[in-house]
């Protein structure tokens, strides 16, 4: 007998080219997903009664010590378990008293959903003060760019006509609707969007109007639906919102960002945009974690490290790290030659959860990625 370790990427694909009975593959794959958890202000009780049961399923519950003798009254922990487990313990502790009712009821949201295939979300901007030069066009010359761009792999275009980058200030509605209408209208004269997605990089209500109305279907709002007037536009059109998190705005996001506890304080801002997309009728959503938006470099690397947190929500999340100023904190480098960079970033991304990757180099990209689901879905003998 030979024995070899494996890391599992696509357990579902492992287990159908071992042979698995059809029925035991789903079972199997569920087991083979490890999800590590934390739990703030937990009664000691609950704690206590928690480390028990997932002790007795296989999982675990990591806790201070002091915490079988109730030293603390409330106490924080991490949950280490299997995606099967997680669904145990979802019902099992239904029954169980010091609030792990409300705990199991949670517990659900961080089991896992379907599986998005990876999509490529190309950039193009309408205006001369965007950060990568090469990103820029006008609508002289729009259509050979987004032609390009969906033949070496995009599925969707973000055109933008303001620019967002540190220090950066808001224009008028009017000016950047001047910027975007003539790329608009060019989109939709050739009929572009039946070939991929157009998304707008906007939160001028009027300014999105003008672009659903001629063949866009994404609001990509880095505010994060902070307008209702833009809640109501999207649901008007039943587009799909990206939902970005922010801290402050481009003109001073940069100037000192500090968080107590950067994931739960992005994802208790998820949980009220999402909340509120809701309440005007959107359900199509995607999420972004901003990077650079309002992070330090250490910021920005939990956050990708983390990025699967996020999953919990079952929306698509979207990674956009394209060529930005964090590759140069990591490593002196300038703005034309961050390629490498943003193809290890996104990547990395991609295997924490990551569907939609907004990029400005698509056919580097899409070679990259291609390469990556043929590693992550290679049969191992």
Avoid at 106 to 118: D, M, V
Avoid at 175 to 200: C, G, H, M, Q, T
Avoid at 296 to 312: D, G, P, R, V, W
Wanted: glycine share 6%.
């Amino acid at each position: 007998m030979i024995l070899q370790k494996i890391s599992i990427c696509n357990a579902k694909k492992v287990y159908e080219s071992l042979g698995c009975d059809k029925g035991g593959i789903s079972i199997l794959s569920k087991k083979s997903s490890l999800h590590t958890i934390l739990i703030k202000n937990m009664h000691v009780g609950a704690a206590n009664i928690l480390k028990q049961d997932s002790l007795s399923i296989g999982a675990d519950l990591a806790v201070p010590t002091g915490v079988i003798t109730a030293k603390e009254k409330y106490v924080d922990g991490i949950l280490i378990a299997t995606t099967k487990q997680l669904e145990v313990l979802s019902r099992k502790e239904l029954a169980q008293p010091f609030g792990l009712k409300e705990f199991a009821k949670n517990l659900k949201e961080f089991i896992p959903s379907k599986k998005y295939l990876t999509k490529i979300m190309g950039v193009l901007n309408a205006n001369e003060d965007s950060f990568f030069q090469n990103s820029r066009f006008n609508e002289e010359d729009a259509s050979f760019r987004i032609n390009k761009m969906i033949e070496d792999g995009a599925c969707i275009i973000d055109i933008g006509a303001v620019s967002s980058r540190p220090g950066s200030k808001a224009i008028p509605w009017e000016e950047e609707l001047k910027r975007a209408k003539p790329i608009i209208d060019v989109i939709y004269k050739e009929k572009l969007f039946e070939k991929a997605k157009f998304s707008l990089d906007s939160y001028e209500p009027k300014v999105l109007e003008y672009a659903l109305e001629n063949g866009f279907s994404i609001v990509n709002d880095i505010t994060g639906l902070a307008n209702d007037e833009v809640c109501k536009v999207a649901s008007k059109y039943n587009a799909q919102v990206v939902i970005m998190h922010m801290q402050k705005d481009p003109t001073i996001m940069q100037e000192n960002p500090v968080y107590e506890d950067l994931i739960q304080e992005i994802d208790d801002f998820f949980k009220e945009r999402i909340k509120k997309a809701k309440s005007f009728g959107i359900e199509d959503i995607v999420l972004d974690v901003g990077i650079g938006f309002g992070k330090t470099l250490e910021h920005n690397l939990k956050l990708i490290k983390n990025l699967e947190h996020f999953k919990h929500f079952g929306y698509e999340l979207l990674m956009g790290a394209s060529r930005k100023s964090m590759i140069d904190k990591i490593i002196e480098t300038p703005t034309e030659q961050r390629l490498p960079g943003t193809l290890a970033i996104h990547l990395e991304s991609i295997n924490y959860g990551a569907s939609i990757i907004r990029c400005h180099d698509v056919k580097e990209h899409y070679q990259a990625i291609k390469v990556q689901e043929a590693i992550n879905t290679q049969e191992i003998l």
